[in-house]
């Protein structure tokens, strides 16, 4: 099975799918972290746009992603599925329905060009304030090109757009990570069952 974790940068993401899959893993689960964009071609070519050394417009970042995307599920998220294992992706095709949603194209279009990609049974969104997010950014790390203030703010409106969507779980990350963990925790248990 395929979980997805997602929201804005800062937002404890990478830490819950550590502490996840530590405690899938007590529990006798094989499971694989992965994290988009990758480090293949295109993925690395998306990390050069995010980290500002090249340009590209939301078109360009839309098929990059795609792209990455479908490369990533060829080599490591199907191959790891059919294994039967527990496959935690740090960031996936929800990460584009509210980035690319903030900067303009429309849902449909993100959908469609995501269609490929296997569906996850579980979304946890992990939300916090831009101003909170941007604070735990800056203390140990360089921002990237999508961490100003303005444009998070569209993006975690997105994200919170997606609260219709049946897979989607919106969490309050503004809690310390143990607290989160224990719904996160609770959330899975109820998606496997």
Aim: glycine share 4%; hydrophobic share 45%.
């Amino acid at each position: 099975m395929l979980i997805d974790l997602e929201g804005i940068d800062g937002c404890g993401k990478s830490t819950q799918a550590r502490l996840l899959a530590e405690r899938l893993r007590e529990a006798g689960h094989t499971v694989v972290v992965l994290k988009e964009p990758t480090d293949g071609p295109n993925g690395s070519r998306l990390k050069e746009v995010l980290r500002g050394e090249r340009t590209a417009d939301a078109e360009e970042i839309l098929t990059l992603f795609a792209a990455d995307r479908r490369e990533h599920v060829a080599d490591r998220i199907a191959p790891a599925l059919e294994r039967g294992e527990i496959v935690l992706m740090d960031r996936y095709y929800y990460s584009a329905l509210a980035y690319q949603c903030a900067a303009g194209i429309p849902a449909e279009r993100i959908r469609a060009l995501n269609s490929f990609a296997p569906a996850p049974v579980l979304v946890l969104v992990f939300d916090l304030p831009v101003e909170q997010a941007l604070e735990r950014v800056h203390s140990h790390s360089v921002a990237d090109t999508f961490e100003r203030a303005d444009h998070l703010e569209r993006v975690r409106a997105a994200y919170l757009a997606l609260r219709d969507d049946p897979l989607v779980r919106i969490l309050d990350a503004t809690r310390p990570p143990k607290a989160v963990m224990a719904d996160v925790w609770a959330l899975v248990q109820e998606a496997t069952e």
